[in-house]
C-alpha cells in the first residue's frame, strides 16, 4: 500500500488554507515533500472564488466584511463556494503528475479522487456516488463538490464535505440580490444541495466526518495515511503566501 503524508484536521483562516495547499505543492514539484492528503477548517468562515471568476460579481463583500466573513480566490477552477467553520471539512490531495491517483483524462482524475468521498459516505451509512464533473451526490443531491488546479508539475484537488447546510446565509453571502430571494429559490437549492446531518437525521459530529474521511481516501485510493505535518520551508512559503498573495486586494480582484 502506497504510503501519503497525512495532515490531520487542522484550524485556518482561508488565506493560511490555500497558502498551505500552494505550498505542499511548490515543495512537492521540488520533490522535497511525499504525496499528501489534508483536512481543514475555515475560521472564520469563508467564500472562496475559482479562479477564472471576478469576486464583486459573486460575493457580497460588504455583508462579508461587516461580518467577519473572509473571502478569497482559489487557484483551482470551479464556482464560488461558502465554507461554513460549523458546516464542512475540506480535503485537500496532492501529487505529482503522472501520478497513478492522476490520470491525464481530467474527468477520470475526478472520479479517481472523489471516490475518496463516496467511501467516505459509504463509511457514515451513506450511498453516494460521483457525478461528473466533479460532484458527489447522495440521492440526486450535491453533498460534495470538488475542485483542481495541474500546475508546478503537480494535481492539487481540494473539496468540501457538507456536514451542514445554512441556504440563508450563503444567498446572503453570494451575489443574489435580496429582492430575488424566495421561497422558491431557497426550496430548489434545498432540492439539488444536502448534507450529512440532513441526510441522517441526527447531529453528526465534526470528529465522526473526520475519521470517515481519513477512512475513506485510505480505502478508495489504497493508501496508507503516515501522520506527518508541515516541513519548515512548506511553513515559511505558507507565510509568505498567506501575506503577500491570498490575503492582497489584487489576488483576490484581480478580476
Known amino acids: 500500500m502506497e504510503e501519503f503524508r497525512f495532515i490531520d484536521l487542522e484550524v485556518h483562516t482561508a488565506f493560511e488554507n490555500m497558502a498551505i495547499d500552494e505550498a505542499i505543492t511548490l515543495a512537492m514539484k521540488e520533490t522535497k515533500v511525499p504525496p499528501t492528503l489534508r483536512l481543514y477548517r475555515w475560521s472564520p468562515s469563508a467564500v472562496s472564488i475559482g479562479t477564472f471568476q471576478g469576486m464583486k460579481d459573486e460575493v457580497d463583500v460588504d455583508f462579508c466584511q461587516s461580518n467577519g466573513i473572509d473571502f478569497i480566490r482559489r487557484i483551482t477552477g470551479g464556482g464560488a463556494v461558502f465554507h461554513d467553520y460549523e458546516g464542512e471539512v475540506t480535503y ?20 479517481l479522487l472523489c471516490g475518496g468521498i463516496v467511501k467516505t459516505l459509504e463509511h457514515l451509512g451513506i450511498e453516494g456516488e460521483f457525478k461528473p464533473i466533479n460532484d458527489v451526490d447522495v440521492g440526486g443531491k450535491k453533498v460534495s463538490g470538488n475542485a483542481m488546479t495541474r500546475r508546478y508539475g503537480c494535481v492539487l484537488q481540494h473539496g468540501t464535505t457538507l456536514l451542514d447546510l445554512d441556504v440563508n446565509l450563503m444567498f446572503t453571502i453570494l451575489k443574489v440580490p435580496q429582492e430575488k430571494i424566495s421561497d422558491k429559490m431557497i426550496a430548489d437549492v434545498k432540492e439539488r444541495v444536502t448534507s450529512i446531518r440532513d441526510i441522517l437525521d441526527r447531529d453528526v459530529h465534526i470528529s465522526e466526518l473526520q ?25 515559511e512559503t505558507a507565510t509568505r503566501l498567506a501575506e503577500e498573495k491570498y490575503s492582497s486586494f489584487e489576488w483576490n480582484f484581480s478580476r
Open 92 to 111: 485537500s490531495i496532492i501529487m505529482p503528475k503522472g501520478h497513478r491517483l492522476a490520470p491525464t483524462d481530467i474527468l477520470e482524475s475526478y472520479r
Open 211 to 235: 475519521e470517515a474521511l481519513k477512512r475513506g481516501f485510505s480505502d478508495a485510493l489504497d493508501i496508507e495515511l503516515i501522520p506527518g505535518k508541515l516541513t519548515d520551508e512548506e511553513k
